[in-house]
């Protein structure tokens, strides 16, 4: 998995306040609980040396350790029977000074032994990607759950031999299953077909899902990425490796990449190697893309060159959107 360094720092910065946060609020009420019920201190400590007692008990060879350990067994639940009576009786509830128990996988330290981040961590981590992806995406109103079939009509197109209604559950079926089982065996979708038909919609539920399950998903227009291209120092040796947050890198080195908009931009021998490079670079790394075009597959070939155009015929799975246009239907509507 190739996570966003920037991403996770912010992802981090916020794990941390919200553990901090968790902390000082325990340290408020503890301090408070105990100024009213003096008798909790007493309590706290004589649990904690039952607990180290019942310990040393059970690895007790001579004689039977049982007895002793019922006895302390039976101390230590009258003792947190009776903390919890003084809370209850105080007017708090009966776990009010315990806190959250820590993250079992990690110890609320966010990452595990291993060095990889902690699936708490991770959360953090989906939560930032998506506030940044909806800078250009609808993620909020944009779902799986909120893909309507009602713009898409149920008449058949004879050049396509079926209706634009049927067409579209076979991808919508396609989109969600890619997206549900995205990971290293995924392949590569290009959408393409006229404007207004749900290209856009679909990517968005796409980055989203893909998004919380802990990948990173880099989405923006091909003219944008090629701009970013064009200001960095493109076509040097070696131009990421200097600077890894700069943007070109998010682009190729994002688990996937949503490139949307493709044939927009001015078509220049700069953008065609850019695009090239992009594409090539991501199937050599086995990173996954999503791209979308308004242009026919053929016209790929004559803007980009038969070379990105083979790739993309062999490692990307075309799926083709017809219908209504549907920014008119709903203006009309
Ligand atoms: N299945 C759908 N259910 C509800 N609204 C949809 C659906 N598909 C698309 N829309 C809406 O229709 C409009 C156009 O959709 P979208 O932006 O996805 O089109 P597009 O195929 O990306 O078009 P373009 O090629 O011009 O970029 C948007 O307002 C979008 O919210
Ligand atoms: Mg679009
Ligand atoms: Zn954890």
Redesign the pocket.
Known sequence: MALDASIMAAAYRRFQADRDARQAELDRRNSLVRLRIPRLELIDRELGSTAAKIVIAAFEEDGSPETALRELERKNLELQRERAELLVGAGYPYDYIDGTPPCTLCGDSGYLRDGAPCRCLMTYYAREQNSRLSKLLDLGT?SFAT??FD?YSADVWPEYGRSPLENMKMIREICGNYAHTFGQRSGNLLFT?A???????LSACIAREVSELGFSVVYDTASHIFQQFESGKFGRENPYEEAPDREINRYLNCDLLIMD?LGTEMFTKFVKSAFYRIVNDRLMSRRKTVL?T?LPVDELGVQYGEAALSRIRGEYQALH?FGDD??IL?RDR
């Open positions: 944009q893909f309507s713009w077909g404007p207004g038909l749900g290209k856009t919609f908009d979308s308004n959107f549907i920014r709903k």
